[in-house]
């Protein structure tokens, strides 16, 4: 069965510097991962996904992941963090072909002024 | 764009009541799902649907039922509330799994507190 973990519960940064959210998973067949950003009482929005297309995959807002296989990685990054990305990022993975999103536990991001 | 809405973003319930939380979605989606959200935990998945009238366990569907009618509307069920159930509930929708895994379309959250 597939997992994921984040890697910091919580993350801070200054505005203007960059961004590193760290995200592992675990899966038995090629995976789909995703990141996805929660902003206080709203729900959940895809940031991007990777579905076995490039490894460097581009998303909304100047956030990038790169897909690592062999270090199993999945991380998030910007280079610029803005006031407005804080939030709560969680990175999803799921097997090939399969409705089971598994979610991790969530990296709370905060930008300082 | 794809619009899920839920029934309600605030309900307080009192212990042994029963809660129904509405789930809506405008994409002629397949597949629906209702999560709850934790601090700590990440979500999980209480139950899903591929289709109108069925439905599949998640990993927590203890104490939980669902109903899925038609195949715009996700019912989630709390048969008798109890205070461990408080939490945010998350509903989303995605297409059909075929070759990849689609991305889900969740809703703003119901946050329920069982008094």
């Known amino acids: 069965a597939q997992s994921v973990t984040q890697l910091d519960s919580h993350v801070s940064v200054s505005e203007g510097t960059p961004v590193l959210l760290r995200c592992n998973y675990s899966?038995?067949?090629?995976?789909?991962l995703f990141w996805y950003v929660q902003h206080p009482n709203k729900g959940l929005q895809l940031l991007l996904k990777?579905?076995?297309?490039?490894?460097l995959v581009k998303g909304i807002n100047g956030f990038e992941a790169e897909f690592k296989k062999s270090e199993t990685s999945f991380h998030l990054t910007k280079p610029s963090a803005h006031m407005s990305d804080a939030a709560e990022y969680f990175c999803?993975?799921?097997?090939?072909?399969?409705?089971?999103?598994?979610f991790g536990a969530g990296t709370r991001l905060t930008v300082k002024p | 764009d794809v619009k899920v809405t839920q029934s309600s973003r605030y309900l307080v319930k009192r212990t042994g009541e029963k809660v129904f939380l509405e789930c809506v979605q405008d994409?002629?989606?397949?597949?629906m799902f209702w999560y709850r959200q934790d601090p700590g935990l990440g979500l999980r998945l209480i139950y899903f649907?591929?289709?109108?009238?069925?439905?599949e366990k998640g990993d927590i569907p203890e104490g939980y039922s669902v109903s899925r009618e038609k195949k715009e509307r996700f019912s989630l069920i709390l048969e008798s509330a109890s205070t461990n159930q408080t939490s945010m509930y998350l509903c989303?929708?995605?297409?059909?799994?075929?070759?990849?895994?689609?991305?889900?379309?969740f809703g703003p959250g119901t946050r329920l507190t069982v008094t």
């Open positions: 989303a929708s995605s297409l059909l799994t075929s070759g990849q895994t689609y991305e889900q379309y």
């Open positions: 899966s038995s067949y090629s995976p789909s």
């Open positions: 990777y579905t076995s297309a490039a490894t």
């Open positions: 999803v993975v799921s097997d090939y072909n399969n409705n089971d999103m598994r």
């Open positions: 994409m002629d989606h397949e597949n």
């Open positions: 649907s591929y289709d109108v009238k069925m439905k």
